[in-house]
Antibody, heavy 114, light 107 residues
Framework: QLVESGGGLVQPGGSLRLSCAVS????????MTWVRQAPGKGLEWVAN????????YHVDSVKGRFSISRDNAKNTLYLQMDSLRVEDTAVYYC?????????WGQGILVTVSS | EIVLTQSPGTLSLSPGERATLSCRAS???????LAWYQQKPGQAPRLLIY???NRATGIPDSFSGSGSGTDFTLTISRLEPEDFAVYYC????????FGQGTKVEIK
């Protein structure tokens, strides 16, 4: 089970930290990913991280603003989002990453608006 | 970055008909990195196919995937009412990408 939290309404330029609490599999042995979906739009991969947290990749549109991380002791994945823009408004999903994404959270809405 | 282009954008079919969805990559990719998802309104995506042709756990055999190189296909052999949804293909090497989706709607 993957459960996201930390979403909500934030003003442009603001920050949020999303969390994804994981249970039901051995978290520390899997890559993890964040995917987002703007209202009425398709899916966009945002970032992923390897098992130990040493390898991270981010889509170009969020580089320098978003940072993925994980705490294996807490079975939790994070997405730190800074300098938020209106176009970051989306439902954010965390997912287990095996090149494909086989387990997904239910998603959390992030709204960036003044 | 690999760009995935799905066609058609919308497929209007009746229950019981066969659906054929296409996903074209901007350059040749390994089939081991190609996956397909189904998404219904208000729900998270569900993995259908991984490695281009392997059904995920619990996916009925009415769903099949094929293809190689730049051209991949998802086939639904006989549409059930619950199969009307949006379908996405996805490339599995970072930066990972999705196609823009194909909506399968009831005719």
């Amino acid at each position: 089970q993957l459960v996201e939290s930390g979403g909500g309404l934030v003003q442009p330029g603001g920050s949020l930290r999303l969390s994804c609490a994981v249970s039901g599999f051995t978290f520390e042995t899997y890559w993890m990913t964040w995917v987002r979906q703007a209202p009425g739009k398709g899916l966009e991969w945002v970032a992923n991280i390897n098992q130990g947290g040493s390898d991270k990749y981010h889509v170009d549109s969020v580089k320098g603003r978003f940072s993925i991380s994980r705490d294996n002791a807490k079975n939790t994945l994070y997405l730190q989002m800074d300098s938020l823009r209106v176009e970051d408004t989306a439902v954010y999903y965390c997912a287990r990453d095996q090149r494909w994404f086989d387990f997904w959270g239910q998603g959390i809405l992030v709204t960036v608006s003044s | 970055e690999i760009v995935l282009t799905q066609s058609p954008g919308t497929l209007s079919l009746s229950p019981g008909e066969r659906a054929t969805l296409s996903c074209r990559a901007s350059q040749s990719v390994s089939s081991s990195h190609l996956a397909w998802y189904q998404q219904k309104p208000g729900q998270a995506p569900r993995l259908l196919i991984y490695g281009a042709s392997n059904r995920a756990t619990g996916i009925p055999d009415s769903f099949s995937g094929s293809g190689s190189g730049t051209d991949f296909t998802l086939t639904i052999s006989r549409l059930e009412p619950e199969d009307f949804a949006v379908y996405y293909c996805q490339y599995g090497v970072s930066p990972k990408t999705f196609g823009q989706g194909t909506k399968v709607e009831i005719k």
